[in-house]
């Protein structure tokens, strides 16, 4: 049931910049409009900001309708002194709670009852263990064991993980009973890492995937001086190399970032790729972009100019 484009909910808790309780409605409001009704949060965004303005902003539309999915690993707790000072982790929000690590049982049951207070509803879809690629035996003994036992209950429909790094995740789907997972930055436009083992595994298992991260943090958006790769500054070479990617996209009447969002989509163990975005008008822009049908021949060219992988899937042929 998840739509194949999906919206990321990090923005609406403040990702690097102040947004207010109206715009942060209108994107989730742009975003039914246009047909996605996949959406991602976690507590992490914003200490919580996220979540309670995606619940807000879905609370009129029937719970049926929408596949919601949030995520377990880092515990909200109080922070005295912190109304005076800002978040650290990239949100422009009052350190008026902390992030606490913990993939235990009860940790996962805590946030998750948390997360479904602070979203307005009586359950998620999907939860995925969140960052855990430094913490995977607490993981597998106390996080997934945890999700299973809510999934076999019918409180959860499905379980996984979401992190940066395929091989952990790769771990994680040989050693755990999951149903999906979220890989962000590993399966790009830029690089396929993927390839090598998580999506040939998951198609083999039968575990779903979600790309994220599809424009690297931001040098697929456009590869200029300033860009981010990783959310750090972009590195000269990788700069070059998504320069040469839509110099052959502007080639064939097709930009950078409508190639970004084609390619991962085309993998058949990918059911889903999410997107944030800042304002109502970038959920249009990459709705329209998702729409764009990327000719057959821009992938050929850039395998035979060495900028893509010759074992990548690649969209239906267009053109």
């Given at each position: 049931?998840?739509?194949?484009?999906?919206?990321?909910?990090?923005?609406?808790?403040?990702?690097?910049?102040?947004?207010?309780?109206?715009?942060?409605a209108?994107?989730?409001?742009?975003?039914?409009?246009?047909?996605?009704?996949?959406?991602?949060?976690?507590?992490?965004?914003?200490?919580g900001?996220s979540?309670?303005?995606?619940?807000?902003a879905?609370?009129?539309?029937?719970r049926?309708?929408?596949?919601?999915?949030?995520?377990?690993?880092?515990?909200?707790?109080d922070?005295?002194?912190?109304?005076s000072?800002?978040?650290?982790?990239?949100?422009?929000?009052?350190?008026?709670?902390?992030?606490?690590?913990?993939?235990?049982?009860?940790?996962?049951?805590?946030?998750?009852?948390?997360?479904?207070?602070?979203?307005g509803?009586?359950?998620?879809?999907?939860?995925?263990?969140?960052?855990?690629?430094?913490?995977?035996?607490?993981?597998?003994?106390?996080?997934?064991p945890?999700?299973?036992?809510l999934?076999?209950?019918?409180?959860?429909r499905?379980?996984g993980?979401?992190?940066?790094?395929?091989?952990?995740?790769?771990?994680?789907?040989?050693?755990?009973?999951v149903?999906?997972?979220?890989?962000?930055?590993?399966?790009?436009l830029l690089?396929?890492?993927?390839?090598?083992?998580l999506?040939?595994?998951?198609a083999?298992?039968?575990v779903?995937?979600?790309?994220?991260?599809?424009?690297n943090?931001?040098?697929?958006?456009?590869?200029?001086?300033?860009?981010?790769?990783?959310?750090?500054?972009?590195?000269?070479d990788?700069?070059?190399?998504?320069t040469?990617?839509?110099?052959?996209?502007?080639?064939?009447?097709?930009?950078?970032p409508?190639?970004?969002?084609?390619?991962?989509?085309?993998?058949?163990?990918?059911?889903?790729?999410v997107?944030?975005?800042?304002?109502?008008?970038?959920?249009?822009?990459?709705?329209?972009?998702?729409?764009?049908?990327?000719?057959?021949?821009?992938?050929?060219?850039?395998?035979a100019?060495?900028?893509?992988?010759?074992?990548?899937?690649?969209?239906?042929?267009?053109?």
């Open positions: 049931m998840i739509t194949p484009l999906g919206l990321g909910c990090a923005q609406l808790g403040n990702l690097y910049r102040a947004m207010s309780d109206d715009t942060a209108a994107i989730v409001d742009t975003a039914w409009a246009r047909g996605i009704r996949y959406f991602d949060t976690a507590p992490h965004y914003g200490l900001l979540e309670r303005r995606l619940g807000a879905l609370a009129a539309r029937p049926d309708d929408y596949v919601l999915s949030t995520k377990v690993g880092r515990l909200l707790v922070n005295p002194g912190g109304e000072r800002r978040d650290t982790e990239g949100f422009d929000v009052p350190a008026t709670l902390t992030r606490r690590r913990d993939y235990t049982r009860d940790g996962v049951l805590r946030s998750l009852e948390s997360s479904l207070t602070r979203l509803v009586d359950r998620v879809d999907i939860a995925f263990v969140h960052d855990a690629e430094n913490h995977v035996d607490e993981a597998l003994r106390g996080a997934l945890a999700l299973v036992e999934r076999d209950q019918g409180v959860l499905g379980i993980l979401g992190m940066n790094f395929n091989d952990v995740l790769s771990h994680f789907v040989r050693n755990a009973d149903d999906t997972v979220m890989i962000a930055g590993r399966y790009t690089e396929q890492p993927a390839l090598d083992d999506l040939p595994l998951c083999e298992r039968g779903s995937v979600v790309a994220a991260g599809v424009f943090s931001g040098i697929l958006a456009s590869p200029t001086p300033g860009r981010t790769y990783n959310y750090s500054d972009a590195p000269r990788l700069l070059d190399r998504a040469r990617i839509a110099e052959v996209c502007a080639r064939h009447h097709i930009t950078l409508e190639a970004a969002i084609a390619l991962p989509g085309a993998h058949p163990a990918v059911t889903s790729v997107l944030g975005a800042s304002s109502p008008k970038q959920v249009e822009s990459n709705a329209d972009r998702a729409a764009v049908g990327v000719p057959t021949q821009l992938w050929r060219d850039l395998v100019e060495g900028l893509l992988r010759a074992d990548t899937p690649v969209p239906e042929e267009v053109g």
